[in-house]
């Protein structure tokens, strides 16, 4: 027997072990920083074979040397889907149990694509386990729960990346460009919006005739949530649910929430506070469908202090008109699409009167002697504002930020480094901010949020309302 089959081996009575075993896996950490060479293949494990979970993979596959050996999911279509998907040559190794994969050696790294509620538990197996780990948005469901992915990933060495695409496209990383050379001076405002009007849009999406306890695995999905008869829908749409999601905030914010952290090398806001409402799609869900959440970000040496206010509406019936504007005091940059355009305006020194102002309301000799001071104050070159400018900036036609993002992690997995674009410290910061949206709406209280040390410094404060009720 080599020594690569007796550790094989040795391994997969490890994992039938661990899959008898009614916690999550207790592994030792194996230390890494092994390189893999140019020439050696980066084998990797999808565990969640969903919608993403799909699209994730296929973007993984276009980094040469990589190769899909093994899939997890809850659901047996899925696996069976898989198979005909992405395993061609028939060797693809399928399992309900996402353990089974973390125990295989010819497997290097794991993309976690399940539900939000099952990222850190299976993060940090991946991790102790070693396996590098390309986790999906947001790293984690809950405030509480960041720092100990941080922490396994810092004890383990692995390379991780988060997975908001997004940041590896060529329009934000133009975009930081133009932030970083000043091109729209100090940012002080940033809006978005994403709004929605369809059931699919809403997150209804079709569940399969044959779900059931036999096809779905109900009981591992529900994990560390409370226990519940098994529910196709909170399976198939689990977003609907706060057992299991993040509602609009970790849908959908944290995407831009990552742009802006990355374009202006911020660390984060220090409050928190949205509102919000189930205004439509009442089928059963326990999330708003409406919300808006503002942040402030304080001044640091990387920026002067901003606003941010970012809006969902999944009952838009009117005209939907999305924007997303970083604002600047001498321009601002809108995104649209894969593009952006970047519009450039500069007051000039002088003031000026007249128009809209009570410049008429003065008497005659009063006007007189203002002009005068006002021609004293302000000489011509003052008075003169630099044209309005507008750049446009188009990605090219071929950007594809889903295969760059994952080739970033592939490069750092080769170099055995942990320098990838959203590694675990970025990603929870970004996350915190809208899991602190959620906490923010549900108990109706600001969020204070300590952006450096990561940390929420009013946890457990009593929300007004409830202060309120007690003093009447
Ligand atoms: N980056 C992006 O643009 C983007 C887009 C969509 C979704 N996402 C994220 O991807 C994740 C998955 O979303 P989705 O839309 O693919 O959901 P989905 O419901 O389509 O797929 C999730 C899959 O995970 C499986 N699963 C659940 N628990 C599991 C476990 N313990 N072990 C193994 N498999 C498990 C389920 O069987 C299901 O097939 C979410 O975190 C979501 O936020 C990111």
């Known amino acids: 027997m080599t020594t690569t089959r007796r550790s094989f081996i040795k391994t997969l009575s490890a994992a039938s072990a661990l899959a008898a075993a009614p916690t999550l896996p207790g592994f030792a950490y194996i230390p890494n920083l092994k390189k893999i060479s140019p020439n050696d293949k980066i084998r990797i494990a999808t565990i969640g074979m969903g919608i993403q979970g799909n699209f994730d993979t296929m973007a993984a596959l276009k980094t040469p040397g990589v190769e899909l050996v093994a899939v997890a999911d809850l659901y047996d279509g899925r696996l069976q889907h898989a198979k005909t998907a992405f395993g061609k040559d028939k060797s693809l190794f399928t399992t309900r149990d996402f353990r089974e994969v973390l125990a295989r050696p010819d497997v290097d790294a794991v993309l976690v694509v399940t539900p939000d509620h099952w990222h850190d538990h299976i993060t940090i197996a991946a991790l102790k386990a070693g396996k590098h780990v390309y986790c999906e948005k947001p790293m984690v469901q809950h405030l509480n729960e960041g720092k100990a992915v941080i922490d396994a990933w810092k004890k383990s060495g692995k390379t991780m990346q988060v997975g908001s695409q997004r940041i590896s496209s060529a329009a934000f990383q133009e975009a930081k460009r133009m932030v970083q050379a000043g091109d729209i001076g100090e940012i002080n405002y940033i809006e978005s919006n994403n709004d929605r009007f369809s059931s699919i849009g809403a997150w209804n999406y079709s569940v399969p005739p044959d779900a059931s306890t036999q096809t779905v695995d109900w009981d591992r999905f529900l994990g560390d949530a409370p226990k519940r008869p098994f529910d196709a829908n909170r399976f198939f749409r689990w977003r609907n649910y706060r057992d299991y999601g993040t509602g609009v905030a970790g849908d959908l914010f944290v995407h831009l929430i990552t742009g802006v952290h990355y374009v202006t090398n911020t660390m984060g806001p220090t409050r928190i506070f949205s509102s919000g409402n189930l205004a439509y799609w009442k089928e059963g869900r326990d999330v708003p469908d409406i919300m808006t959440s503002i942040m402030d970000y304080p001044k640091t040496a990387e920026h002067n202090a901003f606003q941010m206010v970012l809006r969902v509406n999944f009952a838009n019936a009117g005209r939907i008109n999305d924007v997303t504007r970083i604002i600047g005091n001498e321009g601002q940059i809108e995104f649209s699409e894969n593009n ?26 009063v006007q007189q002697e203002f002009v005068k001071q006002y021609d004293a104050k302000y000489p011509p070159d003052t008075r003169k504002a630099e044209p309005a400018k507008e750049v446009r900036f188009e990605s090219p036609k071929d950007d594809d930020p889903h295969a ?15 320098g990838t674009i959203e590694d675990p410290v970025f990603g929870f910061r970004a996350a915190a ?4 949206c959620n906490e923010s709406y549900f108990t109706q209280k600001v969020v204070n949020w300590d952006p450096v040390t990561m940390t929420q410094t009013n946890a457990g404060t009593k929300s007004p309302q409830k202060v309120m009720a007690k003093k009447k």
Do not use: M
């Open 404 to 418: 760059k993002h994952f080739a970033d992690f592939f490069k750092n997995v080769r170099e055995g480094s942990q």
């Open 340 to 365: 952006l355009i970047l519009t450039k305006k500069k007051l000039p020194i002088a003031p000026g009167y007249g128009g809209y102002d009570s410049f008429f309301t003065f008497t005659e000799p």
């Open 433 to 436: 901010p809208v899991l602190a």
